[in-house]
């Protein structure tokens, strides 16, 4: 019986793509260090970059969070005050 197969990149969507000038370098380089093809390295930084939340829901949570802070010292006012 033979292992179900893992699909591969190379099964995926294609996308091509034009480089600025210098960064086809600059993926070379880290893919060597990190020991992977230029296919996988770009694949890594693009999941890193998907991954991160946006900066707008970043600061909807802080917003949040303050606004809970400011609530809990309220209540921990209210509190002393009784």
Do not use: F, H, T, W
């Not at 179900?4 to 480089?19: E, F, I, S, T, W």
């Not at 070379?28 to 996988?40: N, Q």
């Not at 998907?50 to 606004?67: F, H, M, Q, T």
């Amino acid at each position: 019986m033979s292992k179900p197969r893992k699909a591969l990149v190379r099964d995926g969507d294609q996308y091509m793509m034009r480089l600025p000038e210098g960064m086809r370098d600059r993926i070379k380089a880290r893919a060597d260090s990190a020991g992977r093809s230029m296919a996988a390295e770009i694949i890594c930084a693009l999941e890193q970059y998907l991954d991160k939340p946006s900066l707008l829901n970043r600061v909807e949570r802080i917003e949040r969070y303050l606004s809970l802070l400011k609530k809990s010292k309220k209540n921990s006012k209210k509190n002393k005050a009784k």
